[in-house]
């Protein structure tokens, strides 16, 4: 354990620990405070972030702050490491690293960015994310390519898709058809229809795929869907032989914290493999969707590390994208303002953690995406999530969630409107998947200059896709 | 069509690529009264008088958790689960205890704590209750200690639950046998969703719990034990 020092003021401050460092260094949230890792001062938090910067990113190799022999997602990390794609920035420190990615992304050199992924770990974007500001983390994810598809293409540069969220409280089939055609007349669903299912039963999950599979097969549309029920509830629908395009999974940055999900390595690789047998890809071959969020390791108490050192959530956050990224996904997703004010107290902390998750996964090789959410008992509101969005938008975001009206009537928490979709496309030019988008043109749901028509229900294309919703 | 179908909010129009002044201000409101339910004081006085004219003739005490206000709960959901330093209760032996908690919604214990408390001792003869207990910045853990001091076999809590968009006054009724602090949220029972006349009501509420009282006291514990009669307790709750 090397113990790190810097002086700042005339002060000097000690971190006794990588992890330390790397909590001390990160920006306020409320997460690292319940924790009891946070800087207990400004100076303290910049004395980190200067001893921090000095780090040489060959350091996350070898020290851990998670143990390699406790810990299945420690091991993933350190055995898939790819020295080859590492070589170019392996001299580097992490404050080096920051001005070689701030650059690249100024230079708009996207190759050299992302073909660094699989040589990068999730300590190492994790440590240089927390030297960066919110524009930092635009300008260099906007720089960052990740491109992957099943029956549509994401990730294009000038594209925004979102994933069409319809959900109901009681799974009523009718309910969930309203909510996915309001989304389809709104330009939604070109990442996925993808539905959180009111009851985690095998014959509910098998009901809902294969009525977004009814949908999706009677318009033709080049989407996929999802069923967003546990891995083991997706593993016998798929022996039942039901359509499923997605494996879904909620995933942790420790294995202590997939075990609170209940899930393991094996189980996902299973899932998976099972998915890719259907072949129902048709552009890609990418059969998963994991979602992940800052503070899910802390919530479960399995936030924990070398010694017993509580680990900060944002490092741990990224560990989940390890897991993620091990099972090639077609969409990943931090639902970042779900989990509540202990983890991620204000509009201010919550913003800023989308920023970083969205930076951090893509840097790590994902199909970044983010459900920019509140619940009621935050401090946050649609200012918020509107500078979120946009934020996201500049910063060449994959998809984002929308759900009627902001409202989720099933998980009781506001997520982005079909609208507000619209609205980032307007205002930062940015437009659907492309095969979604020339679908919507042949459903005559585009005007001429490609943007999605205010049609009145009774108006002919409109009519045409309820009438056809008719089972 | 659409908005026959289902309670979301579908089918809002559009004014450009926005919604609708009106549809706007809708969503405004919703999401203000949920945000107000949050932040609203605990009127304990408010409490006992409604206890009064439901004809709940129980002694009534207050106390706090160890968080001191609602900044600090929101962010500690640790402190919101222990007791103030320094409070005491006054022991005894009792079949059951009741604490009403502020949770994340003091509107939900002011308009249907009273008639859920006087709904379910109705349906106990025969039990000796404690004092019922008026928890500020309360969680539902917080019973566990309160329970254990009081000298209670079951406690009850009875918390506001978090407000919805259209739902800000909910309860939530939680029951642990053998209550004391580090139960596990496994070992609890829940009914969720007490909100007469849009949720479930009264009389319904207590007949659920009562015969799940019944069940615990008979079994000698509680949560997923008599999973089978009541709700699994929903992720995060404690």
Redo the contacts between chains.
């Keep these: 354990m090397t113990i790190r020092r810097t002086t700042l003021g005339g002060h000097t401050h000690e971190f006794a620990s990588l992890s330390d460092l790397l909590a001390k260094a990160t920006p306020a949230r ?1 997460g690292d ?2 924790a009891g890792v946070a800087a207990e001062s400004q100076a303290q938090r910049v004395a980190a972030q200067l001893a921090l910067a000095d780090v040489p990113l060959a350091t996350f190799l070898t020290e851990q702050v998670v143990g390699y022999d406790e810990d299945d997602v420690t091991r993933l990390i350190v055995d898939t490491h790819d020295p080859l794609a590492f070589a170019p920035v392996a001299g580097l420190t992490v404050g080096e690293f920051r001005d070689w990615l701030l650059a690249r992304a100024a230079e708009r050199d996207e190759a050299a960015i992302s073909s660094l992924a699989r040589g990068l770990t999730p300590e190492m974007v994790a440590a240089v994310s927390k030297l960066m500001r919110t524009a930092d983390l635009v300008a260099v994810a906007r720089r960052t390519r990740v491109v992957t598809g099943l029956r549509s293409t994401l990730g294009l540069p000038g594209r925004l898709a979102s994933r069409l969220q ?4 009681t799974d ?1 089939p ?6 996915i ?2 989304g389809l007349l709104h330009g939604s669903g070109d990442a996925v229809i993808g539905i959180n299912p009111a009851t985690d039963s095998p014959a509910q999950t098998i009901a809902l795929l294969e009525l977004v599979d009814a949908v999706i097969g009677r318009y033709e549309i080049p989407t996929q869907s999802c069923v967003l029920a546990h891995v083991t509830t997706t593993l016998r629908a798929l022996e039942a032989g039901a359509p499923v395009d997605l494996v879904f999974a909620s995933v942790a940055g420790t294995q202590a914290g997939n075990r609170g999900f209940g899930i393991t390595l094996d189980q996902l690789a299973e899932a998976r493999a099972g998915a890719l047998e259907l072949r129902r890809g048709t552009v890609g071959r990418q059969v998963t969707y994991f979602e992940t969020g800052q503070g899910s390791a802390l ?1 479960a108490d399995a936030h924990r590390g070398v010694d017993g050192r509580a680990v900060d959530q944002q490092t741990l956050e990224c560990r989940a994208y390890a897991v993620a990224r091990h099972f090639d996904p077609l969409l990943v997703n931090t639902v970042v303002g779900f ?4 983890y991620l ?1 204000d509009g201010k902390q919550v913003v800023r953690a989308g920023l970083e998750d969205h930076f951090c996964g893509k840097l790590l090789g994902l199909p970044m995406g983010v459900d920019v959410c509140y ?3 935050t401090d946050v ?2 200012d918020d999530t509107d500078a979120l969005l946009l934020l996201l938008g500049a910063a060449g975001c994959g998809f984002v969630i929308a ?5 989720d ?1 099933m998980l ?1 928490y ?1 997520s982005l ?1 079909f ?1 507000d979709v ?2 980032a ?2 205002v930062l030019d940015l437009r659907p998947a492309p095969e979604f988008e020339a679908w919507l043109a042949r459903m005559d749901l585009l005007d001429d200059a490609g943007r999605v028509r ?1 049609l009145a ?1 009774e108006s002919a294309p409109a009519r045409a896709l ?1 009438a056809a919703a008719r089972p | 069509m659409l908005r026959g179908a289902t309670r979301a909010r579908v089918a809002l129009g559009r004014a450009g690529d926005g919604l609708p002044t009106t549809r706007e201000l809708e969503f405004r409101a919703a999401h203000a009264a949920a945000r107000d339910a949050v932040h609203t004081a605990l009127d304990a006085d408010r409490v006992r008088a409604a206890l009064t004219v439901a004809g709940v003739g129980l002694d009534v005490l207050e106390v706090h958790s160890a968080a001191p206000d609602r900044t600090t709960y929101l962010q500690r959901p640790d402190l919101g689960r222990r007791l103030a330093p320094g409070t005491e209760l006054p022991a005894g032996e009792h079949d059951l205890a009741l604490v009403l908690a502020d949770g994340l919604s003091p509107r939900a214990v002011h308009e249907h704590a009273a008639g859920t408390v006087a709904a379910v001792l109705e349906r106990l003869p025969g039990w000796s209750v404690a004092p019922v207990v008026v928890a500020h910045q309360g969680r539902v853990a917080l019973g566990d200690p309160v329970g254990q001091a009081l000298g209670a076999a079951i406690v009850v809590v009875l918390v506001g639950e978090r407000p919805g968009l259209s739902s800000a006054d909910s309860l939530g009724l939680y029951l642990t046998h053998g209550p004391r602090p580090g139960r596990a949220d496994s070992e609890r029972n829940c009914i969720s969703n007490v909100r007469p006349p849009h949720g479930l009501g009264y009389a319904q509420a207590a007949d659920t719990l009562v015969a799940l009282l019944q069940a615990s006291r008979q079994l000698g514990a509680s949560g997923v034990v008599l999973k089978d009669e009541g709700t699994a307790l929903p992720p995060g709750a404690g």
Excluded: C, K, M, W
Excluded at chain 1, 403 to 407: L, W
């Design positions: 409320s405070v319940l319809p959900n109901h409280p009523d009718l309910g969930v058809t309203a909510s055609l309001d919530s989990i509540g004010p202990e107290y619940t009621n008992h509101d649609g759900v009627p009206g902001s409202d009537v009781h506001q409107s609208t619209l609205t496309r307007s205010d229900p309820l």
